[in-house]
């Protein structure tokens, strides 16, 4: 492997055990959240109190520029007649992280604050309430542009032992979209889209163990 392809592998690695302990963190704050020890009622469909926003919003707010540096890294290390795929990961993890990160930046350091004051009179339109508000659909178009972004980068994961499974994980990740994409209207995709909680960390820790040893050679 060159010296580049090992840079690229590295960078990857602590890129990809970054949106592993981002991603479960998410996964156990929502958890809490919706058992209503974060100060909300309680369930998927309520609105999320300023301290609910801080442990919920604080790693996801991470994982958009962790995500973003590891479809970087599988560009880098994906072969020219797989660039296509790689660069249109990168692409959708770049949309992802834009979207998302501006809402999660707004919410924790404009909302949460004003919630925690009880002034939310004239900011009824910034306020990140399930099913009912813009934000919240601008967060699941994020979403869905990251399950695209998984999809993409399946095709150009690098060969090496456990490259079938990590390739596996991210088309699973990946086939979640419509869950995500189309929950406004039908909020009972939520739970196909909660499964994302288990894929997406599988995904991420499978292409840790990859690229943590030497990538010989790419994927045919």
Same mark, same amino acid.
């Given at each position: 492997m060159e010296q580049d392809d090992r840079a690229a592998a590295r960078t990857g690695f602590w890129a990809a055990v970054a949106c592993v302990l981002l991603s479960l963190a998410y996964v156990c704050a929502q958890l809490l959240e919706w058992t209503g020890l974060l100060g909300s009622a309680g369930g998927p469909n309520s609105a999320s109190t300023a301290r609910g926003l801080l442990w919920l919003l604080t790693p996801s707010l991470l994982? &958009?520029? +962790?995500? $973003? #540096?590891?479809m970087a890294a599988l560009h880098c290390l994906a072969p020219p007649s797989r660039r296509v795929f790689s660069l249109a990961a990168l692409?959708?993890?770049?949309?992802? /992280?834009?979207?998302? &990160?501006?809402?999660?930046? $707004?919410?924790? @350091?404009?909302? +949460?604050p004003r919630l925690a004051s009880g002034d939310t009179a004239d900011i009824a339109l910034l306020l990140f309430v399930p099913y009912k508000s813009f934000l919240f659909a601008i967060d699941l178009l994020g979403y @869905?542009?990251? !399950?695209?972004? !998984?999809?993409?980068s399946a095709? +150009?994961?690098? /060969? &090496?032992? &456990? +490259?079938g499974a990590a390739r596996t994980a991210m088309v699973a990740t990946g086939l979640l979209t419509p869950c995500l994409a189309f929950q406004m209207a039908w909020p009972g995709l939520i739970g196909g889209g909660a499964l994302w909680g288990l894929t997406?960390? $599988? /995904?991420?820790? #499978?292409l840790a163990r990859l690229l943590r040893r030497p990538v010989s050679a790419p994927a045919p």
């Open positions: 994982l &958009g520029p +962790a995500f $973003v #540096l590891l692409a959708f993890a770049i949309l992802y /992280a834009a979207l998302t &990160g501006l809402v999660y930046f $707004v919410q924790l @350091s404009f909302v +949460a @869905s542009f990251m !399950c695209l972004s !998984c999809l993409w095709f +150009a994961v690098p /060969a &090496g032992n &456990g +490259a997406f960390p $599988v /995904a991420m820790l #499978l």
